[in-house]
C-alpha cells in the first residue's frame, strides 16, 4: 500500500504547503540589482520587462573609468545585464603633453587571464584615445561571460586599480 489516507497528517500536509506558498510570495516585491521585478509577469520567473530590446550601461556610472574604482562592485550593483544591452566605457584621452594616465579596454579570453591580469591572449577593443567624448561602446552579442580590463601602464590597472569586472548577459525570454 503506497499511501493511506490518514486524517491527522491532512493538517500538517495543509499547513506545510500554506507555509510554502507564503514564502514563495515573500520575495514577490524583490530588487534585483537596480531594476524590480514587474508585477504583471508573476508568478513567472523570467526577467522583468522581458520585451524591452536593449539597455544602456555607462561602465562606472558617473565615476566612469578610472583607476580605484571597485567596477566588480559596480557591476555586482547593476546586474542584471541583458544580450544586446551596451556598455560605454569613459575615460580621459592622454593629454598632448605626455602627462595624465592614459586608459584602455580589453577583452580577456578566459577566467584564469581575467583573475590574473594576463593580457597575453586578451584582444584590445578600445585604445586610450576612445574614451573621450560619448565614450567606447560595446554591444553584449552572445550570452556568454565577458571579461574586461585595463591594459595600461603593463596591468597595473587591472592588478592593483581595481580596473576590471565580469558580465554575463541573460537572454530576453519574450513572455
Known amino acids: 500500500m503506497a499511501f493511506a489516507y490518514n486524517a491527522q497528517a491532512f493538517p500538517l500536509l495543509a499547513l506545510l504547503f500554506s507555509s510554502m506558498f507564503a514564502i514563495g510570495l515573500a520575495n514577490y516585491d524583490f530588487n534585483w540589482g537596480s531594476r524590480t521585478w514587474?508585477?504583471?509577469?508573476?508568478?513567472?520567473?523570467h526577467p522583468p520587462n522581458a520585451t524591452q530590446t536593449s539597455n544602456r550601461f555607462i561602465v562606472g556610472g558617473s565615476?566612469?573609468?578610472?583607476?580605484?574604482?571597485?567596477?566588480?562592485d559596480w557591476a555586482r550593483n547593476n546586474t542584471?545585464?541583458?544580450?544586446?544591452?551596451?556598455?560605454?566605457?569613459?575615460?580621459?584621452?592622454?593629454?598632448?603633453?605626455?602627462?595624465?594616465?592614459?586608459?584602455?579596454v580589453y577583452l580577456f579570453s578566459n577566467y584564469w587571464s581575467f583573475?590574473?591580469?594576463?593580457?597575453?591572449?586578451?584582444?584590445?577593443?578600445?585604445?586610450?584615445s576612445e574614451g573621450a567624448g560619448e565614450g567606447f561602446e560595446f554591444v553584449l552579442k552572445k550570452m556568454q561571460t565577458y571579461y574586461f580590463g585595463c591594459g595600461e601602464h603593463k596591468?597595473?590597472?587591472?592588478?592593483?586599480?581595481?580596473?576590471?569586472?565580469?558580465?554575463m548577459p541573460l537572454k530576453h525570454w519574450g513572455f
Do not use: Q
Open 38 to 45: 514587474n508585477k504583471t509577469n508573476f508568478p513567472y520567473t
Open 63 to 72: 565615476e566612469n573609468w578610472h583607476y580605484g574604482f571597485n567596477y566588480m
Open 80 to 104: 542584471p545585464f541583458f544580450v544586446n544591452d551596451t556598455l560605454v566605457f569613459k575615460y580621459d584621452p592622454p593629454n598632448a603633453n605626455g602627462t595624465g594616465f592614459p586608459h584602455s
Open 115 to 128: 583573475i590574473k591580469c594576463d593580457f597575453r591572449k586578451a584582444k584590445r577593443i578600445a585604445d586610450p
Open 155 to 167: 596591468g597595473i590597472h587591472c592588478k592593483t586599480g581595481n580596473m576590471k569586472f565580469a558580465v
